[in-house]
Nanobody, 125 residues
Framework: QVQLVESGGGAVQAGGSLRLSCAAP????????MGWFRQAPGKEREGVAM????????DYAESVKGRFTISRDDAKKTAYLQMNSLKPEDTAMYYC??????????????????WGQGTQVTVSV
């Protein structure tokens, strides 16, 4: 079992920035893809961004393209989500995810093997 630990959430005004971090165990594989999902109250879980091993290939939800940047440091076994120009609609619990195999759409929650406990992001007007 891989335990992912998120940090960096908080409250910010619209237009502000936050940087989320996700620490994976030292013995987890650097070949695993990593990503971020979010879930707002009353809404379905939504894929936000993903990054493959090596950090070259990334993908984003349309709603965050140009504002969010995903990255990873495999030496530190850590993934990041830099969130700029935040909007109230970005308010949600954000979850870090990791998976061993590809083959399914990254935006499908069922395609990920491991989930963190989540970190809350609240954006006020």
């Amino acid at each position: 079992q891989v335990q992912l630990v998120e940090s960096g959430g908080g409250a910010v005004q619209a237009g502000g920035s936050l940087r989320l971090s996700c620490a994976a165990p030292k013995n987890s594989s650097s070949r695993n893809a990593m990503g971020w999902f979010r879930q707002a109250p009353g809404k379905e879980r939504e894929g936000v961004a993903m990054i493959y091993s090596g950090g070259i290939t990334t993908d984003y939800a349309e709603s965050v393209k140009g504002r969010f940047t995903i990255s990873r440091d495999d030496a530190k076994k850590t993934a990041y989500l830099q969130m700029n120009s935040l909007k109230p609609e970005d308010t949600a619990m954000y979850y870090c995810v990791q998976r061993r195999k590809t083959g399914t759409s990254w935006s499908w929650p069922g395609g990920w093997d491991y989930w963190g406990q989540g970190t809350q992001v609240t954006v006020s007007v």
